[in-house]
């Protein structure tokens, strides 16, 4: 007889949801800029109870024209997360500066994709509390961005935060994600690469346009679509059937002239990214393509 499937293990339940099954775990967001807004923005559309504690009065003005409910000092009591959008050199500051205002049960939570969960501190009280970190791959410029589609990083310094983590995700349509703590760096990296790099690879593509004597708007106008277009492949079609360009169909004299056409700056990116792209379609290229290509890129 064929074994039979195993159960699935049932998630722990957090306190809060031991409490109140039903219930949804209440939320204070402290710090009202771009992540706090659009977390806070976005837990109140989807119906959770959240607060905002922000720090300036300019950002008191904002979360109140944006509807969102104040909190003071007290609140940090009954949360059952605390999420601290702030930046990231603050948030052990910040953390051990909350230790007397939080619930003993209030869970922390921070938003920074550098951190690991030690940005905390080591204080023993601050070891008992549950701990997380709750990282949106979404370059957000405003506070009234949509985080929603987007993929969210999540780490929790106990097995029960986790499924709770979880919920929060779903609510805000977020696709989660699981990161090991040991590797958080390497994660980081990538996502900086998609997103902040991608900025940079686009400032690097309008400066070679501007080579040719194309001025920046203009510049900037064309690429963006094209940018979008390679993207869109790869969503299509994956990394390797989504790679276009000559490196993609082995044309040695075209990546030549490119060399030769571009300042030195913008030739170290091409000749880099152009390795990597090898990297990705060498098994279809001929032996002899494939060696021509990596003698020029990498001389
Ligand atoms: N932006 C992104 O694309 C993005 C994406 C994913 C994750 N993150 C992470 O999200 C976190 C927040 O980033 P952000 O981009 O939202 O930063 P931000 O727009 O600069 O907002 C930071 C907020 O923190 C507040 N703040 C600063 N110091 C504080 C303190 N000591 N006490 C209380 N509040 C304080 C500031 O208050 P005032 O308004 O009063 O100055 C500001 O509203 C960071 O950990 C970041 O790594 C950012």
Redesign the pocket.
């Known amino acids: 007889m064929p074994p039979r499937p195993s159960r699935p293990k049932k998630a722990p339940r957090a306190r809060w949801q031991r409490r109140h099954p039903a219930s949804k775990p209440r939320v204070l967001v402290?710090?009202?800029?771009?992540?706090?807004g659009a977390l806070a923005r976005g837990l109140k559309k989807a119906g959770w109870p959240v607060a905002v504690l922000?720090?300036?009065d300019?950002?008191v003005r904002r979360a109140v024209k944006l509807n969102l409910r104040l909190a003071d000092h007290e609140n940090l009591k009954e949360a059952d997360l605390c999420l601290l959008?702030?930046?990231?050199a603050?948030?052990g500051r910040?953390a051990a500066s909350l230790r007397d205002d939080l619930g003993a049960g209030t869970a922390l939570i921070?938003?920074?994709?550098?951190l690991d969960l030690s940005a905390f501190g080591t204080d023993p009280e601050m070891l008992r509390r549950a701990r997380g970190s709750f990282?949106?791959l979404?370059?957000?410029?405003d506070a009234q961005d949509d985080l929603s589609g987007h993929a969210v990083a999540l780490a929790a310094s106990q097995r029960e935060l986790m499924p709770v983590l979880w919920r929060m995700a779903l609510a805000l349509r977020l696709r989660p994600i699981e990161v090991p703590e040991a590797r958080r760096a390497a994660y980081h990296a990538g996502a900086v690469m998609a997103a902040g790099l991608l900025v940079a690879l686009a400032s690097g593509a309008v400066a070679a346009f501007e080579e040719a004597g194309v001025i920046e708007d203009q510049a900037l106008g064309a690429l963006l679509p094209l940018m979008r277009s390679a993207i869109r492949g790869v969503e299509v079609r994956g990394l390797i059937r989504g790679l276009t360009g000559p490196v993609a169909r082995g044309d040695i004299s075209v990546v030549q002239a490119h060399l030769s056409a571009l300042p030195a700056e913008l030739a170290d990116i091409y000749r880099a990214l152009s390795l990597r792209s090898l990297k990705l379609v060498r098994d279809q290229l001929p032996a002899e393509t494939r060696n021509a290509l990596e003698r020029l890129l990498k001389a």
């Open positions: 402290v710090g009202f800029g771009r992540v706090g922000p720090r300036s300019e950002s959008a702030v930046p990231d603050v948030v910040l921070h938003c920074a994709g550098a990282h949106p979404c370059a957000v410029s």
